[in-house]
């Protein structure tokens, strides 16, 4: 279950990288979406394990595809602003 809920927000991410607008504005909308995650995973009342264990799923989903060189550099900004916001500190 975990990693499907992972796979879910990673996708939406993907889509958002992807999408028309100015990249500054899809960083935003990436991070307000990883925002969302985080706030829906406290909210959820899982235990601290599970929990950490849904953000490490996203985090191993962003890192591998930020292995694809092939990316252009504005999806790449995208991932790499969405990675930031899930493992900086919490507010």
């Known amino acids: ?8 927000v990673f996708r939406k991410i993907i889509d958002i990288s992807r999408s028309k607008g100015p990249p500054a504005e899809r960083r935003v909308e990436a991070e307000k979406r990883i925002d969302l995650f985080k706030a829906d995973l406290a909210s959820a009342g899982h235990s601290p394990g599970v929990t950490d264990s849904i953000e490490d799923d996203l985090r191993r989903h962003f890192e591998d ?26 507010d």
């Open 1 to 8: 279950m975990a990693s499907i809920i992972a796979y879910e």
């Open 65 to 90: 595809a930020l292995d694809n060189h092939e990316l252009p550099g504005d999806e790449l900004s995208v991932l790499l602003a969405a990675l930031d916001v899930l493992t900086g500190p919490e």
